[in-house]
């Protein structure tokens, strides 16, 4: 369902798979961090949902959109990884880091999300992979 060309509302469909991916990302925290499964948040917008989570020493917030509407002249069908902080400082949020961004290639796909857009830290993706012309560091899933 679409108001206008360029304002589009979030579908039903796309409203279950991100229902479904939030689920797994309580999964995820619960068991990486500790965490009850209800410790994160999900807050739902017009274009999709952003997924919070403020543990002990760490932040993750994601946004995960059905329509980017154009915004940093990103793809639709997409996760960004808004905000990721650890409180540590070391060679261990690497390691945080690369766990969450495979959680996010693995579930994200299996949800039907498409592409990955990181606006911290700062990453470079792969010419193989990399949408081209974006404003923060995007790349589309294999």
């Known amino acids: 369902m679409t108001t206008s060309n360029t304002n589009k509302t979030l579908s039903t469909i796309a409203a279950h798979r991100i ?4 689920d797994d990302f309580c999964i995820y925290v619960a068991k990486r961090y500790g965490a009850s499964y209800n410790d994160a948040i999900l807050d739902w917008n017009c274009v999709g949902a952003t997924f919070r989570y403020f543990g002990r020493n760490i932040h993750i917030q994601l946004k995960v959109w059905e329509h980017s509407n154009g915004h940093n002249t990103l793809p639709d069908d997409i996760i960004v990884l808004s905000d990721f902080v650890t409180g540590s400082g070391n060679s261990h949020d690497k390691n945080e880091f690369l766990a969450l961004c495979h959680f996010i290639f693995e579930h994200g796909s299996r949800h039907g ?4 857009a990181v606006e911290t830290p700062i990453v470079t993706f792969t010419k193989e992979v990399a949408v081209p012309n974006t404003l923060i ?3 589309k899933f294999a």
């Open 137 to 139: 560091p995007c790349m």
């Open 19 to 22: 229902e479904d991916l939030f």
């Open 113 to 116: 999300f498409k592409h990955l």
